[in-house]
């Protein structure tokens, strides 16, 4: 069969959108790079081999010529705009999709011994680094052991999944959400916690349309660039583009960007949800 290497890109990248699946996702079950999925979905590599088609296809569930020449799974019905002209939400997740994960830094202390303000203030010491993917997570627990003084080995990774809980309102208002207007996750977080977050129940498992992970596109919140690479993935004006955030800091950065924004209050989750709806009230 001949190779149409921009088609089988689109409809690869359909198919996974259409399956809920990740980059990072679709790259662990099909045992492949992210630089070499990323390469097919933009059609950059010409002529990938039938045995990495072949593993793609079955990660997908689809059958090999499904993949290679089948029409695309059916496009999701057309979204609309709101009276504020969005038709791009990005959700943030740590504080807005999960409640945060201090609980974690008393969990760590009760085993290592140490303060936990002495955790919480180690952890903070290399957050950024982590998120912004310049820090692996193996160097960052190794981090966190040294100078928490425990021979102990430490998985932070863990420690997070077990101690954050899902917002009910707010997951509630990402399916809503994914139902009228194209959406996307935009968020500060360690590598790899977006698909466990994901694979656990722990965020709403969507297709959606954008995935800006900072520890892939090395850069966090409130920097500039990360919003330059977020409107791209958007595929739409900043205009319109509205940013759902706890963090006022990410927001106001946002709003330079001439994105709209929307403060998320988790102490008060139903108003908070209540108020993003009210913005995205549909036009007329």
Not at 68 to 86: N, T, W
Not at 135 to 148: I, S, Y
Not at 232 to 251: F, H, T, W, Y
């Amino acid at each position: 069969m001949a190779m149409d290497e921009k088609g089988l890109g689109k409809r690869l990248q359909a198919a996974r959108l259409h399956a809920g699946m990740t980059q990072q996702i679709l790259c662990q079950k099909a045992h492949l790079s992210y630089s070499t999925l990323t390469k097919i979905e933009r059609g950059a590599i010409k002529s990938p081999s039938i045995f990495t088609i072949q593993s793609i296809a079955e990660a997908l569930d689809l059958g090999l010529d499904q993949l290679m020449g089948a029409p695309a799974p059916a496009p999701l019905p057309a979204k609309i705009r709101s009276k504020s002209g969005v038709s791009f939400v990005y959700f943030d997740i740590n504080g807005c999709l999960v409640r945060f994960f201090h609980r974690a830094f008393t969990q760590l202390s009760a085993v290592t011994g140490a303060s936990a303000d002495v955790v919480e203030t180690t952890f903070w010491h290399y957050n950024d680094l982590v998120c912004r993917g310049e820090m692996g997570m193996d160097d960052f627990n190794r981090k966190l052991a040294q100078e928490l003084s425990t021979t102990e080995p430490i998985d932070w990774q863990q420690y997070y999944l077990e101690s954050i809980e899902p917002i009910p309102a707010m997951h509630e208002l990402v399916q809503w959400a994914s139902q009228r207007y194209r959406i996307g996750l935009l968020t500060n977080i360690m590598p790899g916690l977006v698909d466990m977050l994901m694979q656990d129940g722990l965020i709403p498992k969507l297709p959606y349309d954008a995935i800006v992970d900072s520890s892939v596109v090395k850069a966090i919140k409130p920097e500039s660039k990360i919003y330059t690479i977020a409107t791209e993935k958007a595929g739409c004006p900043a205009s319109e583009i509205l940013l759902v955030d706890d963090s006022r800091v990410n927001l106001m950065a946002a709003e330079k960007h001439g994105w709209h924004v929307l403060w998320f209050d988790d102490y008060r989750p139903d108003e908070s949800v209540v108020r993003v709806k009210s913005a995205l009230e549909p036009a007329s």
